[in-house]
């Protein structure tokens, strides 16, 4: 009797295995599918959540003083956006495109002049004296220079078409993942609970902390890192738009890449000053050489005030973060992998800590 009792016990448990083992199976099986399906969007939608988190502060307030009607809030959050993303980069796209058209068209005509360059560049460190040749030689004669560096030119010019198409799709994709933070705004207290819950499954008990963590993160790196480096992109690129610097939009988007990895906008803007002292009278070349140097060091009072009392994270973090999310999805990775890796480090940092997490009320919104 015992026997035939275990027997049953044992049918039982392996009846029950079978059927956990293929929910299991059919949970993964669906999670696998919906990863494919929506693997082109990922970062777009990632891009829009993390947009969303960032300005949730703002669009709190904003939405208060409209008498709490978050629809209209959400709607004229997300008209400004656009029209902030938009508008420069029209100007700075026009400027770049429009810029490589003159010289192409002069080089045709045979009448594109490179005026010659000081003696002070043959003194820089290393790069000076081919930096001086180099100009020299074109300065005197054009068509030898085009003929001489035919090989960088064209890999130059190749890599500018190639830098203008992914700008263009990254500003596209940045449209989509704005409309997709407006709408997610609107739906922010059911979004909220459901983070709530995720971070509960998977964590425990101190899901909620969590939750607040990675919010508190997401918005510190979003204002203090990311929200900096597009102010001295935009500036830069429309200070260059002022002073008719060619190529404006391009040394913009390297502005952008450098503020965002940690890095002095001023390793792009200080050549670019040089070479305006080239095709600029001395007192405008010296003005935009100031503004210059201001806009390399306006993180200094930037990030105090866009980060106020936000998480800090580690500039090794947002750098491995930045570089590997462009590798990974281009230049709208860049943005996406520097606030997720920043994510990663602080949810992993409080992991280990023996402490228990902050509760909800020390984690403030910035």
């Not at 082109?40 to 969303?52: D, E, Q, T």
């Not at 100009?135 to 068509?143: M, Q, R, T, Y």
């Given at each position: 009797m015992a026997k035939i009792d275990q027997e049953f016990k044992d049918e039982a448990y392996y009846?029950?295995?079978?059927?956990?083992?293929?929910?299991?199976?059919?949970?993964?099986?669906?999670?696998?599918?919906?990863?494919?399906?929506?693997?082109?969007?990922?970062?777009?939608?990632?891009?829009?959540?993390?947009?969303?988190?960032?300005?949730y502060p703002v669009f709190k307030k904003f939405a208060a003083l409209l008498g709490n009607r978050k629809k209209l809030a959400s709607t004229?959050?997300?008209?400004?956006?656009?029209?902030?993303?938009?508008?420069?980069?029209?100007?700075?796209?026009?400027?770049t495109i429009g810029g490589i058209k003159n010289i192409a068209v002069e080089l045709e005509e045979?009448?594109?002049?490179?005026?010659?360059?000081?003696?002070?560049?043959?003194?820089?460190?290393?790069?000076g004296k081919p930096v001086y040749d180099a100009?020299?030689?074109?300065?005197?004669?054009?068509?030898a220079a085009v003929k001489a560096f035919e090989p960088q030119i064209k890999e130059f010019a190749s890599n500018i078409l190639s830098g203008i198409l992914g700008l263009g799709s990254t500003v596209l994709l940045s449209l989509i993942s704005i409309i997709i933070a407006g709408a997610l705004l609107v739906k922010a207290d059911s979004a909220e609970i459901a983070a709530r819950k995720a971070f509960k499954i998977l964590i425990g008990k101190k899901g909620e902390g969590f939750t607040e963590l990675a919010g508190a993160t997401i918005r510190s790196v979003v204002q203090g890192v990311?929200?900096?480096?597009?102010?001295?992109?935009?500036?830069?690129?429309?200070?260059m738009l002022i002073f008719n610097i060619p190529l404006a939009g391009l040394w913009a988007l390297i502005v952008l890449f450098l503020a965002i990895i940690q890095l002095p906008p001023l390793l792009i803007l200080l050549p670019v000053a040089a070479y305006s002292f080239s095709i600029l009278d001395t007192t405008s070349a010296i003005i935009f050489l100031v503004l210059c140097i201001i806009i390399s060091m306006s993180d200094a009072f930037?990030?105090?005030?866009?980060?106020?009392?936000?998480?800090?994270?580690?500039?090794?973090?947002?750098?491995l973060g930045a570089i590997g999310g462009m590798m990974l999805a281009g230049v709208i990775g860049l943005?996406?992998?520097?606030?997720?890796?920043a994510l990663a480090y602080k949810v992993y940092q409080a992991l280990l800590e023996d402490t228990?997490?902050?509760e909800e009320d020390t984690v403030k919104e910035n």
């Open positions: 009846t029950k295995a079978i059927a956990a083992a293929l929910r299991i199976g059919f949970v993964g099986l669906l999670i696998v599918l919906s990863y494919l399906i929506l693997k082109p969007f990922i970062f777009v939608v990632m891009w829009g959540i993390i947009i969303a988190v960032g300005i004229i959050i997300t008209l400004f956006a656009l029209a902030v993303l938009i508008v420069p980069t029209y100007y700075l796209m026009e400027s045979g009448t594109f002049n490179v005026p010659p360059p000081s003696e002070n560049i043959a003194e820089w460190p290393l790069i100009w020299k030689l074109a300065s005197v004669n054009i068509e990311l929200g900096v480096a597009i102010i001295q992109s935009v500036v830069s690129g429309i200070v930037l990030k105090p005030i866009f980060l106020g009392r936000g998480v800090d994270v580690p500039t090794l973090v947002i750098l943005f996406v992998g520097a606030v997720v890796l228990s997490l902050p």
